[in-house]
């Protein structure tokens, strides 16, 4: 007889199991439509391999795992594929997401398929990858992926498997049917996973609040070397953790994993998916629920395809939706409400519950916390149930992390025991995910730090390589200019401002070209414009004379074209003029660079710069302000515009147009007004 | 000399601390200068705990700035981004008063992510020059568009974009980033069953 231990804290609530265990297992048949979603399990969402309007058969892969933590999808019964589409799943958020939707013919026609004859000769890693492939995850609830759990790990050597079958939440009674009437298959799933793992050890752990499994247990293991242990049933001894210190008296440390103490633990639902996929070749398309609560009539366990909707389980037994208040996925403790009847079974649905209101009742408002310490003497994870309370009501995450907060399991034993009815477990639930989240956003900002860094890096470079080349060609301007002064011979030439020179040279290259076009000289150019001016009046005057003659209504355009040309003409005779003055009395700045050390680019430069310092200093309301005048500036000048091309009757589209933009700027001037009294009146 | 000092010993007591403080005066000196730190250590501390959106809020060119402003005697409550959750952490790291958000510089607002209405856009890479993080794609005259999972949602792209086809949208939560709430108390918004310890007491 093996020494059983125990595990700190756990309650006794009450069972309720028997309502549910009046009748062997029964079959839920085949709904009309199947939904299975890609999320089924912890890990990676599968991807699909398969189109709508597709004919897939019983067992045929509908989805692929995608990733390591992923499994693959089956179709659990033959039919077609009517949609790939968000539908409701059952999770607490009662959010939606991707399922594969398939219209069963009823036909129930299998994919051929054969298991391997002699599992013995094969190596763990071929036989895990026949696990994987049938998209095997944790049938307790969690729902990892099992090959991963049981690849082995570097550096752990396993001495210990255990088969859980302690089934110890309250009213479920899924596992322990699947004891009473498929114990052989358990204690085979049981033997190929010890060919797996190779453990020295390898336990069935069953509460005693089930003789019948246990005996049909007993009798399976016969011979095996498959030892089942009993033990007093107390929840919530099926936890992993849990269970493992009971059989071997081992903890799992903090933050670890049961490998680090030598165990690997499996589900009994698990072994049997094991046991089908190995030895028959099935995937795992279906499972066993437990479908119980005072509104169903005929409470019990169901053998369910696997995205059958709950709604059709729930025809099957005799659903009274008058006397149900809420439909709850799991158990009364770590259960969760579901949103929707539509939602379909998935691999983790180990129970279904429709409780009556009086069986279940909302729970009542909590109370203060009145620091009784129950919580601490229930919580199987042995913390401080009340100071994580404060710790996550203050938001003091790096408190509740010191006080190992993720170690919680979140059992509800704690909430159970509290005489204030306080949530304790939501708080933690909260806590957790909020902690999480910090983590996500903390990884997210620092790979933006990281980005904005970069990304000042590059700017400081492509600045600096800008840089690199204007001083570059400076230099090789003033080599040219220092050159060009040797040659002139000009002794004064090494101290040419380089700016100097390159007017110089502007202004040569300019002389050439005018020399290149004959030679033309300034005064004779303005004689030209003069010329070819009056020449424009004369025939303007004259086509005015023939609009007059003939009556013609473009009169007026063609006075204020004559009038025009007339302005244009004194202009030109004026400028022909004044050059003519100038050329008797030269200006004497011929030497400019000379008496003043700036060229005129540096002092527009400065200009600039002023400019934009003055600006920089004005407040946002001068600023405002300013902009402000600008504007008017520029609506006066476009009015004036418009007004002109108006009375000169240029083309309609110019006037439009013009018209719009004066529109435009009116606009922005008052919501700049209409936003500076805000500033100005807040 | 000696007999000097030894005749008034509170010139032996000056000379001695004079000593002293010249010799330990040097031996901080040297450490000051042997092991200088690079940087401002304070100022790293805050910018780990800003969010790094650079969205330039706070009035600052990005957080790095801030944070050494911060550092420097700024308030704490001017990064809409972060929120009051990173207010608490600075007021924490910093051990100053927690003030609430300076609503000057914007309020907290649900994380949103840049979207560029592809067809609208013509290519004029403004709103890629605008981006902190470098999270548009494009060219000149070719469409462009946001990496979502490098977008920090500063709105910098929104204002520079010539044709409006940039919009914010708030992030939704999603399976993956859903959580249970904290329950609100004296209400009965809790969704866990495991409470209803009497009625199973009383079953």
């Known amino acids: 007889m093996r020494k059983i231990f125990d595990f700190h804290g756990g309650i006794h609530p009450p069972e309720n199991k028997q309502q549910s265990l009046g009748e062997p297992i029964r079959d839920a048949g085949i709904p009309a439509q199947l939904v299975v979603p890609l999320s089924q399990h912890i890990g990676a969402p599968s991807s699909p391999i398969v189109a709508v309007g597709d004919r897939v058969l019983k067992g045929q892969v509908i989805a692929e795992a995608a990733g390591f933590v992923s499994v693959p999808q089956h179709a659990p019964s033959s039919g077609t594929v009517a949609a790939i589409e968000e539908r409701p799943i059952p999770h607490p958020s009662g959010f939606h997401a991707l399922c594969i939707v398939i219209d069963c013919d009823g036909r129930d026609e299998w994919l051929p398929h054969r298991g391997l004859e002699n599992y013995e000769g094969e190596s763990p890693s071929d036989l895990l990858e026949h696990i994987r492939e049938a998209g095997i995850a944790g049938m307790g609830g969690a729902g990892f992926p099992s090959a991963v759990k049981l690849k082995e790990k570097p550096g752990a050597s396993i001495d210990t498997l255990i088969i859980n079958g302690t089934e110890c939440e309250p009213y479920i009674t899924a596992d322990d049917a699947l004891m009473r009437e498929h114990a052989a298959e358990i204690v085979a799933g049981a033997e190929i996973l010890r060919h797996i793992v190779g453990p020295k050890n390898t336990l069935i752990g069953v509460e005693d609040n089930k003789p019948e499994g246990i005996a049909a247990l007993q009798a399976a293991a016969e011979g095996t070397g498959i030892e089942i242990v009993v033990f007093p049933t107390k929840y919530p001894s099926g936890g992993e953790k849990q269970l493992i210190e009971i059989l071997t008296g081992r903890q799992v440390p903090s933050g670890g994993l049961p490998a680090d103490v030598g165990v690997v633990c499996q589900n009994v639902g698990t072994a049997v998916a094991v046991y089908d996929a190995i030895v028959h070749g099935r995937p795992l398309i279906s499972r066993i629920t437990t479908i119980t609560g005072e509104a169903v009539s005929r409470p019990g366990n169901y053998r369910v395809l696997l995205g059958s909707p709950m709604q059709h389980l729930l025809d099957l037994a005799g659903f009274d939706p008058a006397r149900n208040q809420r439909l709850v996925m799991g158990g009364p403790m770590m259960g969760f409400t579901l949103t929707d009847s539509a939602v379909p079974v998935v691999k983790t649905t180990n129970c279904l519950l429709a409780p009556s209101a009086e069986e279940l009742p909302a729970p009542p408002p909590a109370q203060a916390c009145i620091r009784c310490g129950l919580c601490a003497e229930a919580c199987p994870a042995s913390l401080l149930p009340q100071q994580l309370f404060w710790f996550a009501r203050g938001k003091e995450y790096d408190k509740l992390e010191e006080h190992n907060l993720f170690d919680c399991i979140e059992c509800g034993a704690c909430s159970w025991a509290c005489p204030s009815h306080i949530p304790l477990v939501q708080y933690y639930r909260a806590s957790k995910a909020d902690i999480l989240q910090q983590r996500r956003d903390h990884e997210k900002s620092e790979q933006s730090r990281i980005r904005f860094e970069a990304r000042q890096e590059r700017l400081a470079r492509e600045e600096a390589e800008k840089e690199a080349k204007r001083l570059a060609r400076k230099k090789a301007a003033e080599l040219r200019a220092q050159q060009q002064a040797a040659e002139s011979g000009d002794d004064s030439g090494a101290e040419v401002d380089p700016i100097q020179a390159a007017i110089e040279r502007a202004k040569a290259k300019k002389a050439a070209q005018q020399q290149a076009a004959g030679g033309e000289s300034e005064q004779d150019k303005l004689e030209k414009a003069v010329a070819s001016t009056r020449k424009r009046l004369d025939t303007a005057s004259a086509k005015l004379e023939q609009a007059r003659a003939e009556g013609s209504d473009l009169i007026d355009a063609l006075q204020s074209g004559v009038d025009k040309t007339r302005a244009k003409l004194e202009a030109a005779e004026k400028a022909l003029a004044e050059h003519l003055a100038s050329q008797d009395n030269p200006p004497p700045a011929s030497e400019p660079a000379v008496a003043k050390p700036r060229s005129a680019a540096e002092i527009a430069i400065a200009k600039a710069k002023a400019a934009r310092a003055a600006e920089a200093d004005l407040s946002p309301q001068e600023k405002a302000r300013k902009q402000l005048d600008s504007l008017r500036q520029r609506l006066d000048k476009s009015e004036q515009r418009l007004a002109q091309s108006r009375e000169a009757g240029e083309d309609e589209k110019i006037v439009e147009a013009l018209a719009a933009t004066v529109q435009r700027l009116k606009e922005k001037i008052s919501a700049l007004e209409s936003e500076a009294e805000k500033v100005e009146s807040p | ?203």
């Open chain 2, 1 to 203: 000399m000696f007999e000097l000092i030894a005749q008034y010993p509170l010139l032996a007591a000056l000379f001695a601390l004079v000593g002293l403080g010249l010799v330990f005066g040097a031996v901080l000196g040297f450490a000051a200068v042997r092991f200088k730190t690079e940087g401002d250590p304070i100022a790293d501390q805050i910018n780990a705990i800003l969010p790094q959106t650079q969205c330039g809020q706070c009035g600052h060119p990005g957080c790095r700035p801030y944070a050494e402003a911060i550092a420097e005697g700024e308030a704490i409550n001017k990064c809409p981004p972060g929120g009051e959750a990173t207010i608490q952490a600075l007021a924490d790291l910093l051990d100053v008063e927690a003030l609430p958000l300076d609503e000057e510089h914007g309020e907290e607002k649900v994380k949103s992510v840049a979207f560029i209405r592809e067809d609208e856009c013509i290519g004029c890479t403004k709103c890629i020059q605008a981006c902190p993080v470098d999270a548009i794609l494009g060219a000149a005259k070719q469409m462009h568009t946001v990496i979502a999972s490098e977008c920090t949602g500063c709105d910098l792209c929104v204002e520079p974009c010539p044709v409006d086809c940039i919009d914010m949208i708030p992030q939704e939560e999603s399976l993956q980033t859903w959580h249970w709430k904290l329950p609100e108390l004296g209400r009965a918004n809790v969704d866990i069953i495991a409470s209803d310890a009497q009625t199973d007491r009383a079953a």
